[in-house]
T-cell receptor, first 112, second 111 residues
Framework: AQRVTQPEKLLSVFKGAPVELKCNYS??????LFWYVQYSRQRLQLLLR??SRESIKGFTADLNKGETSFHLKKPFAQEEDSAMYYC??????????????FGAGTILRVKS | NAGVTQTPKFRVLKTGQSMTLLCAQD?????MYWYRQDPGMGLRLIHY???????AKGEVPDGYNVSRLKKQNFLLGLESAAPSQTSVYFC??????????FGNGTRLTVT
C-alpha cells in the first residue's frame, strides 16, 4: 500500500538555521513526490515536485530511492517559511487525474 | 481572478440530513478533486473528475456522491450525513493531472 510518513508534527528552528523536513514513503512502483505548503490564513499550494528538480523559495528536495525518502531542505530558515508542509506521493495516474497520497504534515516554526 | 471558490465555509448538520458542497473554478481547468482532512491525517481523496460528466472514486468515496455538470463546478453531496463525515473538505483543480489550486476549505460538523 502507498503510504507517506512525516515523522515530525512540529519542527522548530531559529532564523538562519538549516531546515530539514522529513518525508518517507512506501510505494512499490516508480515514485513521484511532491511538497505542498500552507501558510497561515492562505490556501494549500504546490511548493515543488521532484520531477522538476527545481528550487522554490530556497527549498530543495531530493528523491532517495534507497532510503525511500524525499526530505525538504533549506540552508537558512527565514521567518516567512513558518507554515504547514505536506509531503505527497502519487498513488497512480488515471484518466481522471493524479491520486495523491498525503502525509499528515509538519508544522515548521521559525523563531527569531 | 477568484481561482477556486468553495461554498459554504462552515456548516453544521444533524445526522441524516443532506447537503451539497460547491466548488467553482474560473481557470478552465479540466481536473478537479475533492479531499477531506481529519485531525492528524493528511488529505484523503474522495472523488475526482476530468471534464464535464466524468467522475471517479478516490480513496474514501463511501457516503459521498459528486457531479460535474459544468466544467467549472464540482459538487460534493452527502445524502445522509453521519458524524464520521465531520471533517474539513478541500477542493482542488489543475490544468495537468496534479492538483495545483486549492480552495479555502469547508468545515463541516455533523452532530
Amino acid at each position: 500500500a502507498q503510504r507517506v510518513t512525516q515523522p515530525e508534527k512540529l519542527l522548530s528552528v531559529f532564523k538562519g538555521a538549516p531546515v530539514e523536513l522529513k518525508c518517507n514513503y512506501s510505494y512499490s512502483g516508480s515514485p513521484e513526490l511532491f511538497w505542498y505548503v500552507q501558510y497561515s490564513r492562505q490556501r494549500l499550494q504546490l511548493l515543488l515536485r521532484h520531477i522538476s528538480r527545481e528550487s522554490i523559495k530556497g527549498f530543495t528536495a531530493d528523491l532517495n530511492k534507497g532510503e525511500t525518502s524525499f526530505h525538504l531542505k533549506k540552508p537558512f530558515a527565514q521567518e516567512e517559511d513558518s507554515a504547514m508542509y505536506y509531503c505527497a506521493l502519487s498513488g497512480g495516474y488515471t484518466e481522471y487525474g493524479n491520486k495523491l497520497v498525503f502525509g499528515a504534515g509538519t508544522i515548521l516554526r521559525v523563531k527569531s | 481572478n477568484a481561482g477556486v471558490t468553495q461554498t459554504p465555509k462552515f456548516r453544521v448538520l444533524k445526522t441524516g440530513q443532506s447537503m451539497t458542497l460547491l466548488c467553482a473554478q474560473d481557470m478552465n481547468h479540466e481536473y478537479m478533486y475533492w479531499y477531506r482532512q481529519d485531525p492528524g491525517m493528511g488529505l484523503r481523496l474522495i472523488h475526482y473528475s476530468v471534464g464535464e460528466g466524468t467522475t471517479a472514486k478516490g480513496e474514501v468515496p463511501d457516503g459521498y456522491n459528486v457531479s460535474r455538470l459544468k466544467k467549472q463546478n464540482f459538487l460534493l453531496g452527502l445524502e445522509s450525513a453521519a458524524p464520521s463525515q465531520t471533517s474539513v473538505y478541500f477542493c482542488a483543480s489543475s490544468i495537468d493531472k496534479s492538483p495545483l489550486h486549492f480552495g479555502n476549505g469547508t468545515r463541516l460538523t455533523v452532530t
